[in-house]
């Protein structure tokens, strides 16, 4: 284990390649991030008690306990650290794990610099503290302040990512936000038409709100993009 003493960011680096560890040792030291690096899920747990880091780079692939239960036990224990999962499978049932266990963003290998140092810039600004604040579509309300959402008053656990994205619609209530708009506010970076990961942020956040037969308020706008909307009065 390794670690850098910083006054800025402290980033957990949870990789087993040392030549993939100490590069993005040398990328975000040079960004002016301190680190804390990790060869494998135990001493990543350990890391995580003892140097409380302000996010997490976890690659999935990792000895003794993996990644994906890595950040499964960290949500257990109520830890919400940010968490962004590395991973080299690119399938979307294996991305859409890490999002199940509670990580707030994926990406996968090989990745560009420009879009890995985006994704940490969004986890680490979704984490800054907001005044108190209440926003309300339907039965949907966000307690900004608390980072808290309840639907028809039940509490709705969701991620870092997912709160992001759904403030960002309620924030502009009937509006049609674009893709490339919601990459750019929620990550810092357009992605692209190629991209799936805002598909399948939105799919979890809809199972989330959904799951006790409220009616769907996310609308998608083919061709465009995402939209969310209190239901009407009944006819």
Known sequence: MTAVAAESPQILIAEDDPEIREALERILAYEGYGTVSTGDGAATLEAVSEHEPDAILL?????????????????????????????????VQDRVLGLDAGADDYLTKPFELEELLARVRALLRRAEPVD???????????????????????????????????????????????????????????????SRSLDVHVGYLRRKLERNGTPRLIETVRGVGFTIRAPGPPS
């Open 59 to 91: 690659d999935v692939m990792m000895p003794f306990v993996d990644g994906i239960s890595v950040c499964r036990r960290l949500r257990e224990h109520g830890d919400r650290t940010p968490v962004l999962i590395l991973t080299a499978r690119h399938s």
């Open 132 to 194: 108190e604040e209440v926003a309300a579509v339907g039965p949907i309300h966000l307690d900004v302040r608390r980072r808290q959402v309840t639907v028809d008053g039940s509490v709705v656990e969701l991620t870092r990512t997912e709160l992001a994205i759904l403030e960002l619609l309620m924030r502009n209530e009937g509006i049609v936000l674009e893709r490339s708009t919601i990459y750019d506010r929620v990550w810092g970076y357009d992605f692209g038409d190629s």
